[in-house]
């Protein structure tokens, strides 16, 4: 597992290609384009018009995401603030970005009745779903986000991971020989798990909307438990302490957590069940 997929020099210039972006990458075209063919073949939605809002979601995602980070972090990134626009590296608080996406849906998804409102949000959720159980193999090759040590026999020696990446910074000042919790891979399974549970749900409520009323409580609660199993956490060098708003109780990702759980709280109690809803993926 590391940093780097390939580097390479041209005209004496190093270039190399990141494990944690590409991935990020590729985590959003396998979702966009579920999307995409979902909403044209269920709400009849132009192909083109449902990428477009996937790729507005993925910037506003990873600013939202980056901008948590930095305020986990904000002596870090105001001494250097070009950092913010390293991703590269790692350094997301991934639901910054979910908060930022619901943020923009929100405001501009009123604005556009042909995009069918609550009915392609409901595709969207499980789109996200998708890229999520894709994108979290990013901090996992790149060494990031990684879980506690742990005697269970699924762990993941710490050797495993490339000199340099944040985990073995972590393992100079700790224990290099430990089996660290997949953290990474409970949350991939998450999202994947989510994804068919919202499709079955949304096959089944009477009402748009409560699908993804429904993935933001349960991805809520699932990702504040998983955050239980993190070691990132600590004064440690890099990227290595994730921040805390309480001080060793409670993370970032909780905070943000409990948010999201009463925005999807929020949406399931302003939805009234009703028969004229269209069929959803």
């Known amino acids: 597992?590391?940093?780097?997929?390939?580097?390479?020099?041209?005209?004496?210039?190093?270039?190399?290609?990141?494990?944690?972006?590409?991935?990020?990458?590729?985590?959003?075209?396998?979702?966009?384009?579920?999307?995409?063919?979902?909403?044209?073949?269920?709400?009849?939605?132009?192909?083109?018009?449902?990428?477009?809002?996937?790729?507005?979601?993925?910037?506003?995602?990873?600013?939202?995401?980056?901008?948590?980070?930095?305020?986990?972090?904000?002596?870090?990134?105001?001494?250097?603030?070009?950092?913010?626009?390293?991703?590269?590296?790692g350094g997301l608080v991934q639901l910054g970005g979910v908060v930022a996406g619901l943020l923009w849906l929100w405001w501009w998804l009123p604005k556009h009745a042909e995009l069918k409102g609550f009915a392609f949000l409901d595709?969207?959720?499980?789109?996200?779903?998708?890229?999520?159980?894709?994108?979290?193999?990013a901090p996992l090759l790149a060494g990031d986000d990684f879980g506690r040590p742990t005697a269970l026999p699924w762990g993941i020696p710490v050797g495993a991971f490339e000199d340099g990446t944040p985990v073995a910074t972590w393992a100079t000042g700790h224990d290099a020989l430990a089996r660290l919790h997949p953290t990474q891979v409970y949350e991939s399974l998450l999202a994947l798990a989510l994804f068919f549970l919202v499709g079955a749900f949304a096959k089944r409520a009477r009402v748009t909307g409560r699908a993804t009323a429904a993935f933001l409580m349960l991805y809520a609660v699932g990702r504040g438990l998983l955050d239980l199993t993190r070691g990132d956490a600590g004064p440690s060098p890099a990227y290595a302490d994730r921040g805390f708003v309480i001080d060793g109780v409670l993370s970032w990702t909780q905070f943000l957590a409990l948010g999201v759980f009463f925005a999807g709280l929020a949406l399931w109690l302003i939805r009234r069940p009703s028969d004229d809803r269209p069929r959803t993926a």
């Open 123 to 137: 595709l969207l959720s499980r789109g996200a779903c998708l890229a999520f159980a894709l994108g979290w193999t």
């Open 1 to 89: 597992m590391r940093q780097k997929i390939l580097s390479f020099t041209v005209f004496g210039q190093n270039i190399a290609i990141y494990t944690y972006g590409t991935m990020i990458v590729l985590a959003f075209l396998l979702g966009a384009w579920w999307v995409r063919r979902n909403a044209a073949r269920t709400l009849e939605i132009d192909r083109e018009r449902s990428f477009n809002v996937a790729f507005a979601l993925l910037f506003l995602g990873l600013g939202g995401a980056r901008l948590a980070f930095s305020f986990a972090h904000y002596g870090e990134f105001a001494q250097t603030p070009m950092k913010f626009l390293k991703i590269w590296e």
